[in-house]
């Protein structure tokens, strides 16, 4: 019990990290991918798009809703809107830093959109959607941040009921670099998305470099 609760601890200390650390980059830099420590503007647009393809691949119903957890300033909605009619879907986006959180509420405030500040929801959606979700590790150590993605890997699938989407960035042996970036081996991400998930099927981009999308899909 004590070790549960100190393990509890440590994950709420580390997500009280990332949202400082992506509120403070949001005031810096504004609605912009560099707050959201993406690289450019081109590479994101490229996530995005194959997170797109696999939606579209997935057998979308004719309306479905939608919940981007890790949703930051919106970026994603943007790309959701460019390929599907507001007519089509309901999108509902999670992050743990208020600040870009208020400002989607601002500037996306439409009928069919809600944002909310936390992390894994507990409301259910056809698809669940994470880019770049997992990539922040600051003050875990390897083992922790396997756990915590493992662990939200499983809360997510929960309240998912047609498909999970997320990007993880790719390595031959895992690792956290000095700067917080989490890499992991993609075999072991989709022997434990295969074993204790559902089908798992991966989109990449010769452009992004070390890193693929993973779509695990309800039968």
Known sequence: MTCRLGQMNRMRKFEK???????????????????????SEQRQLLRFELIIKCIKNSSAPSFFDLNDIGCG???FLKRLQANFDKSQFCYRGFDLASEPVEYCKRHFGQKGMSF?????PSIHADFNIMSGTFNYAPGLTLG?????????????????????????MISEQAK?????ISYIEKEAVINFCQKNLGETSTYFSSKLSKEITFCVQKK
């Open 17 to 39: 990290k990332v949202a400082d650390d992506y509120n403070f980059r949001f005031h810096k830099y504004g609605a912009q991918p560099k707050a959201s420590l993406w690289f």
């Open 176 to 180: 956290i670099t000095p700067q917080s």
């Open 116 to 120: 909310f500040c936390g992390s894994i």
């Open 73 to 75: 300033y919106g970026g």
């Open 144 to 168: 922790a941040w396997k756990e915590y993605l493992f662990s939200s890997l499983n809360s997510t699938w929960s309240i998912t009921r047609h498909s999970m989407i997320f990007n993880l």
